[in-house]
């Protein structure tokens, strides 16, 4: 088997990288076709051929990069902890991520793209630093979602001052409790690392420990500044589709379906549906045009997720599955 593996390597990585570009292709094809997207890009020519609001359509796109380079920028710093990358390898290791995670359930896809651009004695290790940098923005997502539900429960779940107010300091726990266990996962390892299974695993479970709280806060900060812009990027696609939506409600309705679509199971298959859904429920509040609500909610999905992802199968193929990448 060895000896097969030896003499077969390069034809067997060669079939996985054309295995991972056609199944990207497939997934967006699939969703593309798919009834509702039809209509969806039906209502994006239409408002386009109108003239109208375009400026706000070339900010979004012009922000696709900006969310790139930040991210890639975390990535990159995460990831200095174990050895020293480039920008462009950050950006290249970002989109072979985002490549693999579109048709993989719950982006799991992304970490074995990303670390194909680490030295092959760092990879492993680099799984657990990007589970770092993921956690990270999922934290940023949870307390921005917590702030946004204090607002939207009184007006739109219960009129009830006490239960209100039961409701915030619940949430102000769920932010401390978050918070504490980001900036204690190194010493909450450490301790894991001496039990059963996790103990035979001691010396990957250290990789949390090369982070101190000042590396986390930077994390942070990073996975902030791109919150600030994917969102901005939902509002101004929600302006576009629908100029009478107010921006204060409106933005408190997208970092609440941030949050919904954080901590739902998702699988890659469906979460265009996911994603349109949770829109819907949450912004039908504010307005009743449901069409623009899903044409902007596919739009920042073929912005922020299919373009980038097509442009990451450049990067798989390019990538040395076995060795190192420059």
Known sequence: ???????????????????????????????????????????????????????????????????????????????????????????????????????????????????????????????????????????????????AFNFYAPQYVNQDPLI??????????????????????????????????FKKHAELLAVFALFKNIDLIKILAWSALRYLVFSSQYLLLLHFFIPSMAITETYMMITLIFFTQSILPGFAITELGVRSGVAVFFLGHLSADTIGILAAAFSIWSVNVILPSLVGTYFIIKAKFIGANS
């Open 1 to 147: 088997m060895k000896l097969f593996l030896q003499r077969y390597k390069k034809l067997l990585v060669n079939l996985l990288k054309v295995s991972i570009l056609l199944l990207t292709i497939a997934y967006v094809a699939i969703e593309l076709m798919h009834r509702n997207a039809l209509e969806n890009m039906g209502q994006i020519t239409a408002q386009i051929q109108s003239g109208q609001r375009l400026y706000l359509l070339a900010l979004v796109v012009i922000l696709m990069p900006l969310n790139i380079f930040l991210e890639s920028s975390k990535w990159r710093f995460a990831a200095s902890k174990l050895e020293k990358i480039s920008l462009r390898r950050a950006i290249a290791s970002v989109l072979a991520g985002m490549s693999i995670g579109i048709f993989t359930p719950n982006n799991i896809g992304d970490y074995g793209g990303r670390i194909l651009y680490l030295s092959e004695g760092n990879r492993i290790k680099g799984v657990l630093v990007n589970f770092i940098s993921s956690i990270a923005q999922m934290v940023i997502t949870l307390l921005a979602g917590f702030i």
């Open 164 to 197: 209100n107010y039961i409701l915030l300091y619940f949430v102000l726990f769920l932010m401390v409790v978050v918070l504490y266990l980001f900036f204690n996962i190194g010493r909450i390892t450490y301790y894991l690392s001496s039990l059963g299974w």
